[in-house]
């Protein structure tokens, strides 16, 4: 189970930070990321982190978001600064229960938090 958290509304310019809580599933072998969605569009990647804490970002958000896990409260973090409208949309949080290579593979999804950023 995923649970996000620490969504909201705010300025272009500002910073905000979301949190999933994870449950049901070896947390700390299991690699988590983070994408989002607006209405009308694909759900596009993120962020990703490897078991081995190594970290994935999309072109987008590179420089300005920074995930991060927490092997010891099973939980995983997206730090969102300099927020710009584009970066608008729900927010979910993601695990790969099945084993794989590819740092963008995801298979579990938690319910999403809103993000609104305006201008």
């Known amino acids: 189970r995923l649970d996000e958290s620490g969504g909201g509304s705010v300025q272009a310019g500002a910073s905000l930070s979301l949190s999933c809580a994870v449950s049901g599933f070896t947390f700390s072998t299991t690699p988590l990321g983070w994408f989002r969605q607006v209405p009308g569009k694909e759900r596009e990647f993120v962020a990703g982190?490897?078991?081995?804490?190594?970290?994935f970002y999309a072109d987008s958000v590179k420089g300005r978001f920074t995930i991060s896990r927490d092997n010891a409260k099973n939980t995983v973090d997206l730090h969102m600064d300099s927020l710009k409208p584009e970066d608008t949309g729900v927010y979910y949080c993601?695990?790969?229960?099945?084993?794989?290579?590819?740092?963008?593979?995801?298979?579990?999804w938690g319910q999403g938090t809103q993000v609104t950023v305006s201008s």
């Open positions: 993601a695990a790969a229960l099945i084993a794989n290579h590819d740092p963008m593979y995801f298979d579990t």
């Open positions: 982190i490897r078991p081995n804490w190594r970290t």
